[in-house]
């Protein structure tokens, strides 16, 4: 069964960070493109950040560029943001997701993914 399981969200306060983690089974993540997507409160789904099956670039919008990076540890098959200076506006449900084959900017779509995590809180306040 192919399976996405996020961890690391929780409580900060501004300007502080936190780490999300999305360990993958049932398939080889270093596969995929892989991305993490977040939903605000009557917001839409929005693309943070992405890595392309095509050519392993990383893209970022510019609501969070310089502040969170994405990863991948291919040996344990997991994938992590990293978010640094988090402000208010950054609270989200955060998802992580794994599709078959994107490339360029269009791997910030959420349409382009196939696999999909539960989803982990991030609420940012004082």
């Known amino acids: 069964q192919l399976q996405l399981v996020e961890s690391g969200g929780g409580l900060v306060q501004p300007g502080g960070s936190l780490r999300l983690s999305c360990a993958a089974s049932g398939f080889r993540l270093d596969y995929y493109a892989i991305g993490w997507f977040r939903q605000g409160p009557g917001k839409e789904r929005e693309g943070v950040s992405c890595?392309?099956?095509?050519?392993?670039?990383?893209y970022y919008p510019d609501s969070v560029k310089g502040r969170f990076t994405i990863s991948r540890d291919n040996a344990k098959n997991t994938m992590y943001l990293e978010m640094n200076s988090l402000k208010p506006e950054d609270t989200a449900v955060y998802y992580c997701?794994?599709?078959?084959?994107?490339?360029?900017?269009?791997?910030?779509?959420?349409?382009?993914?196939?696999?999909w995590g539960q989803g982990t809180q991030v609420t940012v306040s004082v």
């Open positions: 997701a794994a599709g078959t084959y994107t490339a360029g900017w269009r791997c910030l779509r959420s349409s382009e993914y196939d696999y």
């Open positions: 890595i392309t099956s095509s050519d392993g670039r990383k």
